[in-house]
Nanobody, 115 residues
Framework: QVQLVESGGGLVQAGGSLRLSCAAS????????MGWYRQAPGKLRDVVAR???????YYAASVKGRFTISRDNAKNTLYLQMNSLKPDDTAVYYC?????????WGQGTQVTVSS
């Protein structure tokens, strides 16, 4: 079992920045990869960025160049630095971990970008 707790969401004006954090606990030694997803009202949950255990990184086209995913293995924490935020980035952001074929999700953190 893996537990994920997100923090760092909030309200920000367009053009601003936020940093999300995801603290992982439990059986984290065998996590294959982690990532950030988001879900806007009336839309499906979609990937924002992912990082594998080997360090390979993927970004959705809509955030490439603006968002940066990183991890601190010593702190068992995943981060998402979000710059140049746009109103379209407004959503609930979820931390995700994949372990041995099992998917784990955090509770989500709201990000609201005002125009």
């Amino acid at each position: 079992q893996v537990q994920l707790v997100e923090s760092g969401g909030g309200l920000v004006q367009a053009g601003g920045s936020l940093r999300l954090s995801c603290a992982a606990s439990g059986s984290i030694f065998s996590i294959n990869g982690m990532g950030w997803y988001r879900q806007a009202p009336g839309k499906l949950r979609d990937v924002v960025a992912r990082i594998t255990s080997g360090g390979s990184i993927y970004y959705a086209a809509s955030v490439k160049g603006r968002f940066t995913i990183s991890r601190d293995n010593a702190k068992n924490t995943l981060y998402l630095q979000m710059n140049s935020l746009k109103p379209d980035d407004t959503a609930v952001y979820y931390c995700h971990a994949l372990q041995g074929g099992n998917n784990y999700w955090g509770q989500g953190t709201q990000v609201t970008v005002s125009s």
